[in-house]
Each structure stands twice: as structure tokens, then as C-alpha cells.
């Protein structure tokens, strides 16, 4: 055969191929329906996917548009088809019993590696339906299971299923389309797919309006071969405000606000109820071109930075990288302060149970660091206890820097003492109880477990401590008595009169509920100090650190765990949100934490008549004016505020998060906020600072009548530790009231926790809580009968 001759039948095979198509696709166009309402869909079509990023090229616009200047209805109807069908990835059909089959469109199956292709969906609807149009995929189920209330659950999700789930999908059905079908007999929908991977991927579709509307025979599946686009490693510098290399933390949107890596598809390191994820400098971020808003900063003593990152379409085959440059407002270690939170969780609440039981510690680290918390204590609790234990070992973890501590410990819940009060154990040798093999054989109340962590060294303390401690009272201090019903610090009524307690917790639940317990011991004359904490993933799951306890170091010792937690022990300590900070509190000279009289830490001996002064240097950070929108500094507070504004964070209730926010001490529409002296549990001085960043160093003038507690605070966002001032020697009995208050407390928690210990414990139990008692009342008649408390 001449060369001319294959020449013509390749032709005539291409033309006749042509025209089978043409065909097919005619054959599939739906006739016979009305011209206008189709019409009105395809305009709000195409401005639906001009707002989705995925618009009409300028050909199909211009067809678009002559289909529907066509006078015709039948031809109209039929060149809007034409023009879009052969953009549908799916076209579904809609019997007239309302059972739905799907098959395989025109448009090719191409995706974009860690991004979002847009397609159309065309629906043909004998049953008039007006139910929404469900998309679903076995390949779109998360890759992990939710947190299960367990020791050690099962393992739900495998590594094939894992490897499965790779897809992402969603419906687009906001304005100027509608959430639910039209009814019409023909419409198109948008659908948008992500995938997690690159490469050839199968996926199946499956489509329904509603329960039991799928056809028989799965007809309603679309198998699916998708070619995934490989997107751009961007690499990532980091760089510290000293021009080093550091961990950062960045939040990724794209022009409609989308966040990248997609949270749906993430796995450890990067935590899937997040916004941010952790780099470091020289790591990267897969994206797929174009333009993205990012966010950008690294714990609260950074600014919160904005810019704008193009990548370019050439970025997956040519190296693409970002500079990132951090700015701090104030740097707390340079100050010799450091910032910790001794309550933060690898396993359980937000965290997943499978494929693997919570996360691992190089997970953990990366948050620390990205957060720049100085140290932090890995909790192992009841959920997949018998998992996590194993990276206990009583020594800071391997992974620690000079910088960035990580050490894990124990918290005391979902264990049988959990009613009493959750319990936070750090520094400890040993994390099994004495004779027991299960959490189910550990005591069923508290003292027992503080009395032999502090025999082995460890520094103790209760866990969120307002919780079962609500009053209604929005101001301290109050004598509202709480019902001593919840997990915080219950039973620490009690246990604090067997000096068994070396701190509470503060900054994680609401603050009147937090410290009026602690007010009240003190004036008491107890020495419990507070830390601040997060709980993180369970009472804040937005990042670690959000509550942070700021320890002195004494001048020439490096950061250790063993001085950080200390320093929590001896009240060497402010806790803050992170963004306030009361720093170098002195009383006569007297540093808080420091040996005092008899050695005793914080212990000031005065003669009666002799003058307090209290010294402090404050600093706090807010936006310049109250406007009614987040503060830059603060943008990521009021994303993590649940959508709040920074006039929101003002205006909510107390026990309402945040419950800890510098915005909350907000003066009016100024920029300063109030550093009060605390003496007793009352107010008594109050001055202002501006909350512009810089360090005010403040003076207070005191003369206390009696002995008494001295603190300061920006409340409810920072808080000191108190100095004890001891007049004559007398101990502090600063309110009788106080001690009739905690008397009365030992009684309702004894009438709530009694009868969920031990039948065998509770003799014991019994004895210690009548010590209380008895301690509470010798200090009652030994208190002064108005103090500074009236």
C-alpha cells in the first residue's frame, strides 16, 4: 500500500472516530426540557466556578454564550451540554424512583498532589429530587480513628488502609448555587477533589439523594483511575531573630481560605485538628502552584507575621524555597526566665487511636520546639496507657536540646483516684504505683499516690484545677461554695493539710475558679504555689504552651528539667497565656522563689510597722487600638478563640474560653491593662501599663497589718507566685473566714468523693479527711476575724 493510501485511512479512521463521539455525545445530551431554568443554572454555574478558582476559559465562555443566545429552546438546551459536559467527571441519573447510577464523564481524571481540582457533576433528574447530592468514597475515609477512651484500643485503621485513604472531596453548594438539587430535570453540580499522594491512584465515587436511593448492583460506584500531578517541595528557611536556623510555625491558605497540608489527610507530625504545622529550617511544605497567604510565627513571645508566597508552575521540576524571618516582641530567657507546660498529651482527646496509639515522641518535640516552649512534660494517662508508658523512663528524652526539654511523666486519670482530682506527677523515678499491674489496681483517691511520688522526689500538683470547682461569682475573692464535683482540685482541700501538694494548676480552666481555692489556703497559711498548663489536646488542642509557667534560673546555672520543676516547687514562677508577663517580683529585695527567712523559699521576716515595697517588672501585648477584629499579635489567639475577634475575647464570660487572654485585662478601648498588688487574696493597688511590648518596671508601697501573702497579677492573663511575709514571726491567719469556708469545703467534698473509694480505702480516707478537718479548725480560731479579706 502506497504511503499516500495509509495516510488517507488513518484519516478516514480518525474522522470516523470523530463522528462516533459526536454521536455518543448527542446521544447523551438530554432533550426535550425546558430552555430558561437551564439557563439560569449554567449563569450561576459559571459564577460559582469563577468563585472556586476553576473559571470558563475564555473558548468555553464564548460557546457557553452562544448556546444561550440561541433562539431555539431545543438548540439552547443542547449547546449548554455540549459546552459543559465534557467537564464532568460523573454524570449521575436520577430514575424516576429516585434510585441513582453513576457512570464515568468526558473529563479526564487528573489530580494535583496536595491540591484541589475542581469538576462538574452533571445530574439528570427524572424524579424531580430536591435532597441534597451525596459524594462519598471508601478512599476518602480519614486515615485514623478518633481518640477511643481506652488503655489500649484496637487498632483500627491498618497501614493498607492508611495507604487507601488518600483522597479528599467535597461538594460545592454555597451561593450562588444551593445546598439540596433544584428539582429540574438537568442541572450540573461542582465537586472537588484532593489528593494526599502523587502517581496513579484508583478511586471510587459513589453518589445517592438520600438513604437507599443507591441502585441496585452498585451502579451508583464510578471506578476511577486518577493521575495525580506531583506538586512543589518548597523549602522552607527559618531563620530566628539572631539570623539562625529555628523551627517555625505556618498556617498555609489558599485564595479561598483552604488550609494546606488539607487537615483531613494528615498524620503525625502534622496533628489533623490543627491549622499550623511545624518546620524546620531547611524541611519544606508540598504545594501545588499559585498563590497562598501565609502565616507565620513561633509561640507567644513572637509576633504573629503575614505575607503572600507564589509558586510557580516551574516549582515541581526546579527547587523553590521561602525565607522566613521571626520577629520577637520579648524574649523571656534572656531575662533568665523559662517557660514550660507541665500538661501536654501524645495520646488521647484529639489525638488519634489508630493507625498508631497517639503520637510519637519526635512528634511532640517538633511542637515544643515550634512553639518555643523551653520545656515540656509528656503526660502518659489512661487513654493508651500501656502504649505511651514505654517512653517513660524517669531521665529527660533523648530528643531534648539545650534549649528544648521533653520529658515524660504521669497524669493521674482515667484512673480509679480520677473522681478525687486529676493529679500531675513530674520527675518521677517510677510510674507504676506500688503492687499494681493495671490502672484498674491503682488507689481510688488522691493522698496515697502524692504521698509516694514526693517520696521518690517528684514535684506534684493538681491537674485543671477549677473543675468541679464552679462558683458564680466573677470576681475574687469569693465565699460561694463550690460542689467539689469534677476532676480539679477536689480533694486538694485535704491533701494540702498533709503537706502532700506542692502546686495547682492555673491558666487552663476559668480563673475565679482556679485561684479563689488557692486564695483560701493561703490565707490560710498553706504554701502551695501555682503552675500553668495546658492540657493539651483535651481542654485546649490548638498548640502546646498556650498556658506556660516562666521559671527563674539562678544567674550562671543552665536550663535543666530537674531547676525548671524546682523552680515550680519552690514558687520561683509566674503562669501566663504567654502574651503578659510579671517578671522579677521582689518584696524588700526578697525574690520570689528565693530563701528567705530560716531558708524557707519566699519567706520574708518584717517587725511589725515595717513598710512593704514590691517591685516588678511587667510587660504585655496588645493591638494599639480595641477595634473590633484580631490584633495583629494576636491573630492566631483569636482563630484559636473559635472565630472570636479581640472585642469578643473582651466581652466573654469568665468561665467561657479563652479563660486566660490579655485582652480580657484590657482597659476600656486603651492600650494599657492593670498590674495589681494582691495582698491576702484582695486587690490594693492597682496600676496601669501600656500593652505595647515594652517592659515597665513598677514599684508598690505597702504596710501590712499582720502577716500576710503578697502577689501581683494582669487578671485574668498573668499571675505571680506569692512572697509570704512573715510580721514578728507570726504565721499568716489572714481570715478567719477563709478557714470557715475550707472547713466547710472539706465536708461537701467528703459528701461527693466518699462513696466512689475503696469500701477498703475508705477508713483511711476517712482519718485523713478528719485531719483536715481538725486542722482547718485550730486554724480558724487562730485567724484574725475581719483580714484584709472584709
Given at each position: 500500500?502506497?504511503?499516500?493510501s495509509?495516510?488517507?485511512?488513518a484519516?478516514?479512521?480518525v474522522?470516523g472516530?470523530?463522528?462516533?463521539?459526536?454521536?455518543?455525545?448527542d446521544?447523551?445530551?438530554?432533550?426535550?426540557?425546558?430552555?430558561?431554568?437551564?439557563?439560569?443554572?449554567?449563569?450561576?454555574?459559571?459564577?460559582a466556578?469563577?468563585?472556586?478558582?476553576?473559571?470558563?476559559s475564555d473558548?468555553?465562555?464564548?460557546?457557553?454564550?452562544?448556546?444561550?443566545?440561541e433562539?431555539?429552546?431545543?438548540?439552547?438546551?443542547?449547546g449548554v451540554?455540549r459546552?459543559?459536559d465534557?467537564?464532568?467527571?460523573?454524570?449521575v441519573?436520577?430514575?424516576p424512583?429516585?434510585?441513582?447510577?453513576a457512570h464515568a464523564?468526558?473529563?479526564?481524571p487528573e489530580?494535583?498532589?496536595?491540591?484541589?481540582?475542581?469538576?462538574l457533576?452533571?445530574?439528570?433528574?427524572?424524579?424531580?429530587?430536591?435532597?441534597?447530592?451525596?459524594?462519598?468514597?471508601?478512599?476518602?475515609?480519614?486515615?485514623?480513628?478518633?481518640?477511643?477512651?481506652?488503655?489500649?484500643?484496637?487498632?483500627t485503621?491498618?497501614?493498607?488502609d492508611v495507604?487507601?485513604?488518600?483522597?479528599?472531596l467535597?461538594?460545592y453548594?454555597?451561593q450562588?448555587?444551593?445546598?439540596?438539587l433544584?428539582?429540574?430535570?438537568l442541572?450540573?453540580?461542582?465537586?472537588?477533589?484532593y489528593?494526599?499522594?502523587?502517581?496513579?491512584?484508583?478511586g471510587?465515587?459513589?453518589?445517592?439523594?438520600?438513604?437507599?436511593?443507591?441502585?441496585?448492583?452498585?451502579?451508583?460506584?464510578?471506578n476511577?483511575?486518577?493521575?495525580?500531578?506531583?506538586?512543589?517541595?518548597?523549602?522552607?528557611e527559618?531563620?530566628?531573630?539572631?539570623?539562625?536556623?529555628?523551627t517555625?510555625?505556618?498556617?498555609?491558605r489558599?485564595?479561598?481560605?483552604?488550609?494546606?497540608?488539607?487537615?483531613?489527610?494528615?498524620?503525625?507530625?502534622?496533628?489533623?485538628?490543627?491549622?499550623?504545622?511545624?518546620?524546620?529550617?531547611g524541611?519544606?511544605?508540598?504545594?501545588?502552584?499559585?498563590?497562598?497567604?501565609?502565616?507565620?510565627?513561633?509561640?507567644p513571645?513572637?509576633r504573629?507575621?503575614?505575607?503572600?508566597v507564589?509558586?510557580?508552575?516551574?516549582?515541581?521540576?526546579?527547587p523553590?524555597?521561602?525565607?522566613?524571618?521571626?520577629?520577637?516582641w520579648i524574649?523571656?530567657?534572656?531575662?533568665g526566665?523559662y517557660?514550660?507546660?507541665?500538661?501536654?498529651?501524645?495520646?488521647?482527646?484529639a489525638?488519634?487511636?489508630?493507625?498508631?496509639?497517639?503520637?510519637?515522641?519526635q512528634?511532640?518535640?517538633?511542637?515544643?520546639?515550634?512553639?518555643?516552649?523551653?520545656?515540656?512534660?509528656?503526660?502518659?494517662?489512661?487513654?493508651?496507657?500501656?502504649?505511651q508508658?514505654?517512653?517513660?523512663?524517669?531521665r529527660?528524652?533523648?530528643?531534648?536540646?539545650?534549649?528544648?526539654?521533653?520529658?515524660y511523666?504521669?497524669?493521674?486519670?482515667?484512673f480509679?483516684?480520677?473522681?478525687?482530682?486529676?493529679?500531675?506527677?513530674?520527675?518521677?523515678?517510677?510510674?507504676?504505683?506500688?503492687?499494681?499491674?493495671?490502672?484498674?489496681?491503682?488507689p481510688?483517691w488522691?493522698?496515697?499516690?502524692?504521698?509516694?511520688?514526693?517520696?521518690?522526689?517528684?514535684?506534684?500538683g493538681?491537674?485543671?484545677?477549677?473543675?468541679g470547682?464552679?462558683?458564680?461569682?466573677?470576681?475574687?475573692?469569693?465565699y460561694?461554695?463550690?460542689?467539689?464535683?469534677?476532676?480539679?482540685a477536689?480533694?486538694?482541700?485535704?491533701?494540702?493539710?498533709?503537706?502532700?501538694?506542692?502546686?495547682?494548676?492555673?491558666?487552663?480552666?476559668?480563673a475565679?475558679?482556679?485561684?479563689?481555692v488557692?486564695?483560701?489556703?493561703?490565707n490560710?497559711?498553706?504554701?502551695?504555689?501555682?503552675?500553668?498548663e495546658?492540657?493539651f489536646?483535651?481542654?485546649?488542642?490548638?498548640?502546646?504552651?498556650l498556658?506556660?509557667?516562666?521559671?527563674?534560673?539562678?544567674?550562671?546555672?543552665?536550663?535543666?528539667?530537674?531547676?525548671?520543676?524546682?523552680g515550680?516547687?519552690d514558687?520561683?514562677?509566674?503562669?501566663?497565656?504567654?502574651?503578659?508577663?510579671?517578671?522579677?517580683?521582689?518584696?524588700?529585695?526578697?525574690?520570689?522563689?528565693?530563701?528567705?527567712?530560716?531558708?524557707?523559699?519566699?519567706v520574708?521576716?518584717?517587725?511589725?510597722?515595717?513598710?512593704?515595697?514590691?517591685?516588678?517588672?511587667?510587660?504585655?501585648l496588645l493591638d494599639?487600638?480595641?477595634?473590633?477584629?484580631?490584633?495583629?499579635?494576636?491573630?492566631?489567639?483569636?482563630?484559636?478563640a473559635?472565630?472570636?475577634?479581640?472585642?469578643?475575647?473582651?466581652?466573654?464570660?469568665?468561665?467561657?474560653?479563652?479563660?486566660?487572654?490579655?485582652?480580657?485585662?484590657?482597659?476600656?478601648?486603651?492600650?494599657?491593662?492593670?498590674?495589681?498588688?494582691?495582698?491576702?487574696?484582695?486587690?490594693v493597688?492597682?496600676?496601669?501599663?501600656?500593652?505595647?511590648?515594652?517592659?515597665?518596671?513598677?514599684?508598690f508601697?505597702?504596710?501590712?497589718?499582720?502577716?500576710?501573702?503578697?502577689?501581683?497579677?494582669?487578671?485574668?492573663?498573668?499571675?505571680?507566685n506569692?512572697?509570704?511575709?512573715?510580721?514578728?514571726?507570726?504565721p499568716i491567719?489572714?481570715?478567719?473566714?477563709?478557714a470557715?469556708?475550707?472547713?466547710a469545703?472539706?465536708?461537701?467534698c467528703?459528701?461527693?468523693?466518699?462513696?466512689a473509694?475503696?469500701?477498703?480505702?475508705?477508713e483511711?480516707a476517712?482519718?485523713?479527711y478528719?485531719?483536715?478537718?481538725?486542722?482547718?479548725?485550730?486554724?480558724?480560731?487562730?485567724?484574725?476575724?475581719?483580714?484584709?479579706?472584709?
Open positions: 500500500m502506497c504511503k499516500s495509509a495516510q488517507r485511512c484519516f478516514s479512521a474522522f472516530l470523530l463522528i462516533l463521539r459526536a454521536t455518543l455525545a446521544e447523551a445530551l438530554v432533550k426535550n426540557i425546558e430552555a430558561q431554568p437551564l439557563a439560569a443554572q449554567a449563569e450561576r454555574l459559571v459564577q466556578l469563577q468563585m472556586v478558582g476553576a473559571p470558563l473558548a468555553e465562555r464564548r460557546r457557553l454564550e452562544e448556546a444561550l443566545g433562539s431555539d429552546d431545543a438548540a439552547l438546551v443542547a451540554q459546552v459543559l465534557p467537564l464532568c467527571l460523573v454524570h441519573h436520577v430514575n424512583e429516585s434510585r441513582v447510577k464523564g468526558a473529563a479526564a489530580l494535583m498532589e496536595h491540591g484541589w481540582r475542581v469538576f457533576v452533571k445530574v439528570v433528574n427524572e424524579a424531580g429530587v430536591t435532597a441534597p447530592l451525596r459524594i462519598s468514597s471508601p478512599n476518602a475515609k480519614e486515615p485514623y480513628d478518633d481518640w477511643v477512651d481506652s488503655p489500649d484500643p484496637p487498632q485503621v491498618t497501614p493498607r495507604r487507601n485513604r488518600w483522597l479528599d467535597s461538594v453548594d454555597q450562588p448555587l444551593t445546598p439540596s433544584s428539582g429540574l430535570p442541572e450540573y453540580r461542582i465537586v472537588e477533589l489528593s494526599r499522594d502523587r502517581g496513579r491512584r484508583e471510587l465515587l459513589a453518589f445517592d439523594v438520600g438513604q437507599g436511593t443507591q441502585d441496585l448492583g452498585f451502579r451508583n460506584e464510578v476511577m483511575l486518577f493521575s495525580c500531578e506531583p506538586s512543589a517541595d518548597v523549602r522552607l527559618v531563620r530566628d531573630v539572631d539570623g539562625t536556623p529555628t517555625g510555625q505556618f498556617v498555609v489558599d485564595q479561598r481560605g483552604r488550609v494546606y497540608p488539607a487537615r483531613s489527610r494528615r498524620l503525625a507530625p502534622d496533628f489533623f485538628f490543627h491549622d499550623q504545622v511545624y518546620r524546620a529550617d524541611e519544606s511544605i508540598r504545594l501545588p502552584p499559585g498563590r497562598y497567604d501565609v502565616t507565620f510565627t513561633r509561640g513571645e513572637y504573629v507575621l503575614r505575607r503572600e507564589t509558586v510557580p508552575e516551574t516549582a515541581a521540576a526546579e523553590h524555597a521561602e525565607r522566613f524571618e521571626l520577629q520577637r524574649n523571656m530567657s534572656e531575662h526566665w517557660s514550660g507546660d507541665h500538661h501536654v498529651h501524645a495520646a488521647g482527646c489525638h488519634y487511636a489508630s493507625p498508631t496509639r497517639g503520637v510519637e515522641p512528634d511532640m518535640i517538633r511542637h515544643i520546639r515550634g512553639e518555643d516552649l523551653n520545656v515540656g512534660c509528656v503526660l502518659t494517662w489512661g487513654p493508651c496507657w500501656y502504649h508508658k514505654k517512653f517513660f523512663d524517669g529527660v528524652h533523648e530528643l531534648s536540646t539545650a534549649r528544648h526539654i521533653m520529658r511523666d504521669v497524669e493521674v486519670s482515667g480509679p483516684s480520677s473522681h478525687a482530682g486529676h493529679l500531675t506527677l513530674l520527675r518521677l523515678a517510677e510510674d507504676d504505683y506500688p503492687g499494681t499491674e493495671r490502672i484498674e489496681d491503682w481510688s488522691d493522698l496515697p499516690i502524692l504521698k509516694w511520688a514526693k517520696a521518690q522526689g517528684g514535684v506534684v493538681f491537674a485543671h484545677s477549677g473543675w470547682l464552679e462558683v458564680p461569682a466573677t470576681s475574687l475573692p469569693t460561694d461554695m463550690p460542689r467539689f464535683d469534677g476532676i480539679g477536689n480533694e486538694y482541700i485535704v491533701d494540702v493539710t498533709h503537706d502532700a501538694v506542692d502546686y495547682i494548676s492555673t491558666v487552663d480552666t476559668p475565679v475558679w482556679e485561684l479563689n488557692w486564695y483560701h489556703t493561703l490560710c497559711g498553706f504554701g502551695t504555689r501555682i503552675s500553668g495546658t492540657d489536646p483535651c481542654i485546649y488542642g490548638e498548640r502546646v504552651g498556658g506556660r509557667a516562666y521559671v527563674k534560673l539562678p544567674a550562671g546555672e543552665e536550663l535543666s528539667f530537674d531547676g525548671w520543676v524546682q515550680i516547687r514558687g520561683r514562677a509566674y503562669v501566663s497565656e504567654g502574651r503578659s508577663h510579671l517578671f522579677d517580683f521582689k518584696v524588700n529585695g526578697l525574690g520570689v522563689g528565693e530563701p528567705g527567712a530560716g531558708g524557707r523559699a519566699s520574708l521576716a518584717i517587725g511589725k510597722g515595717e513598710r512593704l515595697r514590691a517591685t516588678v517588672k511587667a510587660a504585655a494599639a487600638a480595641a477595634a473590633d477584629r484580631a490584633a495583629p499579635g494576636e491573630f492566631q489567639e483569636a482563630e484559636e473559635e472565630g472570636l475577634t479581640a472585642a469578643d475575647v473582651r466581652h466573654t464570660p469568665l468561665d467561657e474560653k479563652p479563660y486566660w487572654h490579655i485582652e480580657r485585662a484590657r482597659i476600656g478601648d486603651t492600650r494599657t491593662v492593670p498590674v495589681e498588688l494582691v495582698v491576702n487574696g484582695v486587690a493597688e492597682s496600676k496601669p501599663i501600656s500593652a505595647d511590648g515594652a517592659v515597665s518596671e513598677l514599684t508601697d505597702y504596710a501590712p497589718e499582720r502577716s500576710s501573702w503578697v502577689a501581683l497579677r494582669i487578671f485574668p492573663a498573668a499571675h505571680t506569692p512572697i509570704f511575709v512573715e510580721v514578728d514571726g507570726a491567719r489572714a481570715s478567719r473566714r477563709s470557715q469556708w475550707c472547713l469545703a472539706v465536708a461537701r467528703w459528701e461527693s468523693k466518699h462513696q473509694i475503696r469500701e477498703s480505702e475508705r483511711a476517712q482519718a485523713a478528719d485531719h483536715a478537718r481538725e486542722t482547718y479548725r485550730r486554724i480558724e480560731q487562730k485567724s484574725f476575724d475581719d483580714g484584709s479579706l472584709e
